[in-house]
């Protein structure tokens, strides 16, 4: 079975730190692409950092600078580094391996991980 397994989101104050991790099993883990989304209530799903089987990283623009975005192909692990928390990054955030022909929504997701920050 495909599984993918968030872990790493709490409660933090504005101007805060957190990292995501993300543990992948049942895929062939380094020719995907992952990719970090989140959902904040009444809001639609949004990416918000992806990266290549080859290390190569896309961000939104409302992260971009903030986040970073990196994968241990050995652990089969992604993270997502969030610094400079603001309270609009409260949101559920997903892991998401994206199917390659299809994308994201016909691929695999985890449970989420609710990340709520302060002001």
């Known amino acids: 079975q495909v599984q993918l397994v968030e872990s790493g989101g709490g409660l933090v104050q504005a101007g805060g730190s957190l990292r995501l991790t993300c543990a992948a099993s049942?895929?062939?883990?380094?020719?995907?692409?992952m990719g970090w989304y989140r959902q904040a209530p009444g809001k639609q799903r949004e990416l918000v950092a992806s990266i290549t089987s080859d290390g190569n990283t896309n961000y939104a623009d409302s992260v971009k600078g903030r986040f970073t975005i990196s994968r241990d192909n050995a652990k089969n692990t992604v993270y997502l580094v969030m610094n400079s928390l603001k309270p609009e990054d409260t949101a559920v955030y997903y892991c998401?391996?994206?199917?390659?022909?299809?994308?994201?929504?016909?691929?695999?997701w985890g449970q989420g991980t609710q990340v709520t920050v302060s002001s």
């Open positions: 049942g895929i062939i883990f380094r020719i995907y692409t």
């Open positions: 998401n391996a994206p199917h390659p022909w299809f994308g994201a929504k016909s691929g695999y």
